[in-house]
């Protein structure tokens, strides 16, 4: 066998003859752990080693042939629906950009802040004329600044203080800063701690449960059992309001 492995060896061309006996001793154990003699493990290895890395060279032209064909054949990016999706909210966004050197900008935040200035000098306004209406009430509320910012921010403000005439006499007798009833009767009664805190929760109440509702609804429902005196002294306040042009 050594001997006809010799005669093939011979017949190879000297470079090849070199090149097989410089195969990786990897490729050797391996050709050689399938069992092929020894004499022949080199050669075997050799042309392994070539048909392997053939087959890598094979595979890497492949890819890269499709990556190619890819590019070429396939559309262009900017006509793909996902470039255009972004291509069109882009520019939905810079419409929408304001210049903030533009006399647009300009006279948005001149009305702005005109719209701000009137809100400013109306609750200053309410809150002034309320001042002057509970101290002629001789009220604790026109002394207290807390509360009458309260009242005047109050979406409620005009019901807050006219259940108060009628429940303790614009805040003349309140049981724990509570001015109003809330609860119904000692020791259901809320406790506060200050007026402010007590016209807080007093708006809350009425803008989410007695919204838009009459005056004569809140007997039987918020005041028990109520009486003509309760809504005829509620209306008079509210009148006062009208009168005096406190809105």
């Known amino acids: 066998m050594k001997s006809k492995v010799k005669q093939i060896k011979h017949l190879l061309p000297p470079h090849i003859h070199k090149t097989i ?5 990897m490729a050797r154990e391996v050709v050689h752990f399938t069992g092929i003699p ?6 075997v290895a050799w042309f392994a080693e070539r048909v392997f890395l053939g087959a890598i060279c094979i595979a890497t032209a492949a890819f890269a042939g499709g990556v190619l ?3 070429y054949a396939s559309p262009p990016i900017a006509q793909s629906p996902q470039y255009t999706y972004i291509a069109d909210h882009a520019n939905m966004a810079k419409e929408q950009f304001i210049d903030f050197a533009s006399p647009f900008f300009e006279q948005l935040l001149i009305e702005n802040y005109m719209a701000e200035k009137l809100e400013e000098d109306a609750l200053a306004k309410r809150k ?5 209406y509970l101290a002629g009430k001789n009220s ?3 002394d ?3 509360t009458l910012t309260a009242l005047a921010e109050a979406k409620n403000m005009k ?6 005439f009628v429940e303790s006499n614009f805040g003349k007798h309140c049981y724990y800063f ?3 009833g809330i609860g119904g009767s000692v020791p259901n009664l809320r406790k506060y701690k200050s007026y402010a805190e007590w016209v807080l929760d007093f708006d809350k109440l009425l803008e989410g449960r007695y919204k838009n509702l009459p005056v004569e609804k809140f007997i039987g429902l918020y005041v028990q059992p109520g009486s003509p005196n309760w809504i005829n002294g509620v209306k008079k306040v509210l009148s006062e309001f009208k009168k005096q042009g406190i809105v």
Do not use: G, M, R, V
């Open 140 to 142: 604790p509320f026109a």
């Open 144 to 146: 207290d600044d807390k």
């Open 38 to 43: 020894t004499a022949y493990s080199e050669t």
């Open 69 to 71: 064909f890819t590019l």
């Open 21 to 25: 006996k410089k195969s990786t001793w």
């Open 128 to 132: 002034e004329q309320l001042q002057t």
């Open 178 to 180: 509570n001015c109003s």
């Open 159 to 164: 019901l807050i203080i006219a259940i108060s």
